[in-house]
């Protein structure tokens, strides 16, 4: 796909289905014995194709290639192009969902993209929310050298991890259906500002618009690259949401990775998860918050590491693909 195409859809909004991004028909079109809007396979809609999928470390330097990808940058631009065309390969529905931004007496044209993968039943919702942004920061205002505070950075970690390890699910995904739906949710424009009002603005406006009903969890990906990998509880998630984070954190037990996903609460971060939390969804953060080179032009692929990638993918499959107690509802949050 081109990013012409790219571009008229964040203008108007789009929707690409699997099949049309190979040049097939429509999977959805009902066929003699299938309802209209079902897909009834335990195979996704990559099952066919012969090429094997690229894992969350080729993701993050590919992401990392395009250079900074801050709001009204060519590499946001770029970016923007290789995910659609990326998650067209593998999702059963990709959408660009347009909104714009006015920040420092500019207008930013920013939208979100999302995934869909159908369940094993042909289930589209209500579906389990993945997501990450893939915006990064347009100033390193935390760099050691003053003279840099001003720099966009490269956000391997901050920006590139999260999309990196669901890009990699979603190579999953399309080759092997989950239980219940999944959708991905790539946010723009969370690290534009200098304030919260200016901050998480593409997770506020897909929160705004989604029907709490249909979303059954959102686990946010976010800083999960850092070669020295630790991750602790989120305050708020712990809060909002413990049956939710017990889940993931069982899951990562089980996998052998207790080590790296510990039970102690160290920060309570504002994220793309809490518009969520605030809509009565339960919704965690997996975020390892200490990372000495967050919002500084250090923040380059050399601080990240493939094993930390694929600990978390692998905790994450665990959750949406073998945890048992996924199709349980969980407790819902009463609000932020």
């Known amino acids: 796909m081109g990013l012409g195409v ?12 699997a099949a049309a991004s190979r040049g097939g028909a429509d999977e959805r079109a009902p066929g003699p014995g299938r309802a209209p809007g079902r897909n009834i396979s335990f195979e996704g809609p990559a099952s066919a194709s012969n090429a094997p999928p690229q894992d969350a470390w080729y993701y993050l330097e590919r992401q990392a290639s395009f250079g900074p990808r801050n709001p009204g940058s060519a590499g946001h631009q770029k970016v923007a192009e290789f995910l659609v065309s990326e998650l067209a390969k593998s999702a059963d529905d990709v959408q660009v969902q347009p909104f714009s931004v006015v920040y420092g ?24 929310l993945l997501g990450a942004h893939f915006d990064t920061r347009p100033r390193a205002e935390r760099d050691p050298i003053p003279a840099r505070r001003f720099t966009p950075i490269m956000g391997a970690n901050d920006g590139a991890s999260g999309v990196a ?3 990699e699910i979603a190579g999953v995904l399309g080759r092997t259906r989950p239980p219940v ?26 929160a705004e618009k989604v029907n709490p009903s249909h979303v059954r969890y959102m686990v946010l990906l976010d800083m999960v690259g850092d070669a020295d990998l630790d991750i602790y509880v989120e305050g708020h998630s712990q809060l909002s ?61 050399d601080k990240c590491s493939p094993r930390s990638l694929q600990i978390v993918r692998d905790v994450v499959l665990e959750v949406i693909l ?3 107690t996924a199709h349980s509802p969980l407790h819902k949050p009463e609000g932020f």
């Open 181 to 206: 739906p999944v959708m991905m949710a790539f946010f723009d424009g969370e690290d534009l500002g200098t304030s919260i009002d200016s901050m998480f603005l593409g997770s506020r406006h897909f």
């Open 6 to 17: 790219v571009l008229l859809c964040a203008a108007c909004g789009c929707r690409i289905t």
């Open 241 to 301: 949401s413990p049956d939710l984070v017990d889940r993931v954190w069982s899951a990562a037990e089980r996998l052998g990775y207790g080590h790296v996903f510990h039970r102690e609460v160290r920060y309570h971060i504002l994220d793309d998860h809490v518009p969520f939390i605030e809509k009565g969804i339960p919704a965690i953060d997996i975020i390892d918050f200490d990372y000495p080179y967050w919002h500084t032009t250090l923040d380059t692929v």
């Open 322 to 324: 073998r945890d048992e």
């Open 105 to 128: 007496g500019a207008t930013y044209s920013m939208a979100n993209i999302t995934a869909l993968f159908r369940s094993a039943a042909g289930d589209e919702r209500p579906f389990i």
């Open 165 to 167: 390890v669901l890009l």
